[in-house]
């Protein structure tokens, strides 16, 4: 176990529709990074934020937006849901600006109808 | 995209056997990191090989680096069942971001 949690676990979700997922990052940790993982695919970065502000960001529309707490936590946002956006949805933290060590969360599934 | 490649994409063998993976990767590394995912849950960190190293060593598990092919690989020595997953190696782009490959998918025959 990471100490990192994702919530929901899984979710369904039709298209148009918005949604958000969450992540705890892992004690200690201030930079936590969201990636996609399509089904038989590797993780995809899709971005990353340090002391709550964003800090880097992959090839993903604006339609997929973030939020880091005070407290580390972090929420991903995704409006207009496609049904390409059906994927598991990974957090990871790290305890300095882009760790070399990144530790995962467990995964929110989402199936986009 | 995805920088790095793992091959084979799908190995299966028996329990007891060495288990061997390669990742090839396309441009300079300060470190490479090796990850394995069970059943679409998230990933677990395995390794960490830097660039001035050659080889490095966690319980059954070994990996080696060739910066000048821009390669490496990783082996599972006395394969168990447990060890069925998918292993991926990862690279840091700048200072931000994990480049996956697309995995291994490991299947260990009782």
């Known amino acids: 176990e990471t100490g990192v949690t994702q919530s929901p676990t899984h979710l369904i979700k039709t298209r148009g529709q918005q949604v958000t997922l969450r992540c705890s990052s892992q004690?200690?940790?201030?930079?936590v990074s969201w990636y996609q993982q399509a089904l038989g695919q590797g993780p995809q970065f899709i971005f990353q934020y340090y002391r709550e502000e964003e800090n880097g960001r992959g090839n993903f529309p604006p339609r997929f937006s973030g939020l880091q707490f005070p407290n580390y936590s972090s929420e991903l946002n995704v409006n207009a849901l496609e049904l390409d956006d059906s994927a598991l949805y990974l957090c990871a933290s790290s305890g300095e600006r882009g760790g070399e060590t990144q530790y995962f969360g467990p995964g929110t599934r989402l199936l986009v109808l | 995209s995805q920088q790095g490649e793992e091959d084979p994409q799908a190995l299966s063998i028996q329990e007891g056997e060495n288990a061997t993976m390669n990742c090839s990767y396309k441009?300079?590394?300060?470190?490479l990191q090796w990850y394995r995912q069970n059943s679409g849950r998230g990933l677990v960190h395995l390794i960490l090989i830097r660039s001035n190293e050659r080889e490095k060593h966690s319980g059954r598990l070994r990996v080696t680096l060739d910066t000048s092919k821009k390669s490496s690989s990783l082996l599972i020595t006395a394969s168990r069942a447990a060890d069925t997953a998918s292993y991926f190696c990862a690279k840091i782009q700048g200072a931000q971001k994990l480049v996956f490959g697309q995995g291994t998918r490991l299947t260990i025959n009782p």
């Open positions: 441009t300079s590394i300060n470190n």
């Open positions: 004690s200690g940790h201030n930079t």
